[in-house]
């Protein structure tokens, strides 16, 4: 019998899924005359045909949002990237990866310093990890102490002055954007951070942005396309994040965005939006009052 490749694709979805999950994937039939069990396909499903038209697609995520994880690991499995950039390794922690390492996931996490790393726990990353293992990896994260440097230098200096010119970086924002830029740093350290330090808070941000935009050009660069981003929400946004950085440095190319949502709640521009139940977490502003 001739499978659909609609129907090849709901049943690699399926697959991936059901891994994370264990649960019994359902027959590549049945996947399409009814609902999975718990609706996870079908939303992943709708979002395919746009994030695989991309040479680069941008998976957002909030970082402690298990779902949200199998929901990368689904879709890398769907696009079968021949790249996948890292918002939460160094550009030498990547490089060092092998497929054997990708498919350990004993030994992974200590190869990578995980624990030490500040990031949430690594089994919430681990499917994505293993989903990407054919695929070449690359690392766009900016340490703290780099980011510490280049507040002392500038980040046009931190950055190089040639690339910052090419990724838009030296441009400075407008007055009423960076304003708002200011106000969603306030906001997102519970009002706690004084007015002087929110001028370089934006601009730690803007450098992350034109880094992981960099990285992903060279992974287009030195392999094609596709090439998939694992970043948090704010960096994979169309009006401010990675995408504004491409769109100075490789305007031909074609990138997407995808945002996760928790109960439907995000900030931000993307191409697609998928939204899961907030997950529980403490209250991260208690510390402050």
Request: hydrophobic content about 50%; some cysteine.
């Amino acid at each position: 019998m001739r499978i659909s490749s609609r129907r090849r694709l709901a049943l690699s979805i399926c697959r991936a899924l059901a891994s994370l999950a264990g649960a019994a994937c359902l027959s590549v039939a049945a996947a399409f005359a009814q609902p999975d069990t718990d609706g996870a396909v079908e939303p992943i499903l709708s979002v395919v045909p746009i994030l695989s038209a991309a040479d680069i697609a941008i998976l957002g995520e909030i970082h402690d949002n298990p779902e949200h994880h199998r929901t990368q690991a689904a879709l890398v499995s769907a696009l079968d990237p021949a790249a996948v950039v890292w918002e939460m390794l160094t550009p030498s922690q990547a490089a060092s990866l092998t497929p054997a390492d990708l498919g350990n996931s004993a030994t992974l996490a200590d190869l990578l310093a995980w624990s030490a790393s500040g990031w949430p726990d690594f089994s919430l990353y681990q499917p994505v990890f293993e989903a990407g293992q054919a695929a070449r990896h690359f690392g766009a994260m900016v340490p703290r102490e780099e980011a510490r440097a280049a507040l002392k230098s500038g980040i046009v200096a931190s950055f190089g002055v040639p690339d910052a010119k090419l990724f838009g970086l030296d441009r400075p924002l407008a007055e009423a954007e960076q304003r708002r830029r200011e106000a969603d740093q306030l906001a997102a350290h519970c009002d706690a951070l004084p007015e002087d330090v929110l001028p370089a808070m934006v601009d730690i941000q803007r450098l992350r942005d034109a880094n992981l935009a960099r990285a992903a050009l060279r992974a287009w660069n030195e392999g094609g396309g596709p090439v998939v981003v694992i970043t948090g929400n704010g960096h994979a946004r169309l009006d401010q994040g990675i995408p504004v950085y491409l769109a100075h440095a490789a305007p031909h190319l074609v990138v997407r965005a995808l945002g996760q949502a928790e109960g439907d709640r995000i900030d931000g521009v993307f191409d697609v939006i998928l939204s899961t139940d907030p997950v529980e977490r403490p209250d991260p502003c208690a510390a402050f009052r």
